[in-house]
């Protein structure tokens, strides 16, 4: 069963050619990878299913609910959780008070950072962050700075602040860019063990296919704005259309 379905979507910015004629199906409690090279459309399409965007044409359904014309909160409230490409934490806050904010949203979305020495003797909100905390193997962290963790840490809390939203679907965008091979083995390890033991759908955007084959039941490869195929890890591989398009190779 699908959980998100896009079709024949399409966006033009002036002259560009964006997106066009987008099919994409994403299956529920899957891991499906979007891939393709630069200007292939990958975070265009990623912001058209966050309601970031809205397409020219065609329609974003998550679970039988159009996304298009909802605002940010309104896209989480439904059950869609996004992690950016550069972590979107608070540097001068600790790693525990960054795992309570998502605890703190109001129903129009919005948080007050103040809230939160009004909130430190409120007991079920403290053990809600410190669960994740354990659960994102970062409980020895909590009381230091979230700026002074290292990149894969600071990954690592963000997701588990989107995950104590208890999303459907989490959206990734290149969440391992800019990272050492340790930490991108880290964030792949963790990213499993979330698909493994949650009711959640993964969908990721990524260049690095050492990621990409690792996680991916099910990948998409974007080209010139257009799906240029769809397919399993094994057969992606070795399909030569994606060898010439995406790794510049030809057959």
Sequence with gaps: MSILEVKNVGKRFGGLQALSDVNLSVKENSVHAIIGPNGAGKSTLLNCLVGKLIP????????????????????NQMG?????QTPEIFGDLTVLENMMIPCLAKRDGAFELNAIASVMGQRDIIDKAEHMLVEMNMADKRHMHAASLSRGDK??????????????LLLLDEPTAGMARADTNNTIDLLKQISDQRDITIAIIEHDMHVVFSLANRITVLAQGTPLVEDNPENIRG?????????????
């Design 239 to 251: 399909n030569p259309k994606v060898r010439e398009a995406y790794l510049g190779e030809t057959a």
């Design 56 to 75: 020219d044409t065609g329609s974003v359904m998550f679970d039988g609910q159009s996304v298009l014309g909802r605002a940010p909160y309104e896209i």
């Design 155 to 168: 990954r690592r809390l963000e997701i588990g602040m989107c995950l104590s939203q208890e999303p459907r």
């Design 80 to 84: 869609i959780s996004r992690v950016f």
